[in-house]
């Protein structure tokens, strides 16, 4: 039996739309998915072709405390992020301490690229919510609540051990903590310094590969915010960009991106 990697087939089901491209560098954000070194994916940039993807960005990792009850409770994101760089903050709730001793322990406490964590985690850090209802109501309120806005962080952008990019979230903390802004401003800063980054990972990867068509898809990308920014840095930077259109760029086309990604690996074999 084949498997696909759950980016894999975000990846393949937008390029199952578009047949005529023949090179691709998909960006595929959302929560989390396994990834093919075992930890949880959810901020890649994917280069290739249908059946054939290299990760060649992604986001500096982070330990998750809690594992899945992150989705849910964005709180625990947010200590996360503040943890791994030092940072103190007040705004977790009253087991703090014990979950905080878990995860420093490493018990139940993955490791993650996630984008989708890294909403989570803005949310909570600007006080929308700590405890969601849903997955992803977190993002929602972040997004509701952004002003107009264009000022973003700069994200350094380093390559790993296994020639990955990796944009570095760390300067953001001090950015959402900052109270001399409105939450709204700082909401906008937020999704345009991701946007930002995105566009970043892109230009370098153009110099290394050349010219690919540049795909959006992923639970993430539902953000109209976010997408629209990176859309329009994108394009102005000469980037041809493809979002899903027929499928919607969530989890429900993962199936048919399982499709696709199989079909590949089956015709490559075949001749």
Excluded at 18 to 43: I, N
Excluded at 225 to 254: K, W
């Amino acid at each position: 039996m084949q498997t696909v990697l759950h980016h894999h087939a975000h990846a393949g089901a937008l390029a199952g739309e578009y047949p005529e491209v023949k090179h691709w560098l998909v960006f595929t954000w959302d929560g989390v998915g396994y990834g093919a070194d075992g930890s949880l994916w959810g901020g890649e940039a994917l280069h290739g072709t249908p059946g054939h993807w290299r990760r060649a960005a992604s986001f500096r990792p982070f330990h998750l405390p809690g594992g899945e009850r992150a989705g849910r409770e964005p709180w625990r994101s947010a200590a996360a992020l503040c943890w791994e760089s030092g940072i103190s903050w007040q705004g977790a709730v009253a087991d703090i301490d014990l979950v905080r001793e878990a995860w420093t322990k490493r018990i139940n406490a993955p490791a993650t690229s996630a984008v989708g964590r890294l909403f989570d985690a803005a949310s909570a850090l600007l006080g929308l919510i700590e405890t969601a209802s849903f997955e992803g109501q977190g993002p929602m309120l972040l997004e509701a609540i952004c002003a107009s806005e264009t000022t973003s962080v700069s994200l350094p952008l380093t390559t790993d051990g296994e020639g990955v990019l990796r944009s570095d979230w760390a300067p953001l903390l001090p950015y959402l903590l900052d109270e001399q802004r409105s939450v709204g401003k700082r909401a906008a800063g937020f999704h345009t310094s991701l946007a930002q980054a995105l566009l970043d990972q892109a230009m370098v990867l153009r110099e290394l590969h050349g010219a690919f068509v540049v795909g959006l898809v992923g639970g993430v990308f539902q953000n109209r915010v976010l997408t629209e920014r990176a859309v329009t840095l994108l394009q102005a930077n000469g980037f041809d960009v493809r979002l899903a259109d027929v499928l919607p760029c969530n989890d429900a086309g993962i199936s048919f991106g399982q499709v696709i990604e199989v079909a590949h690996r089956v015709e490559v074999h075949l001749s």
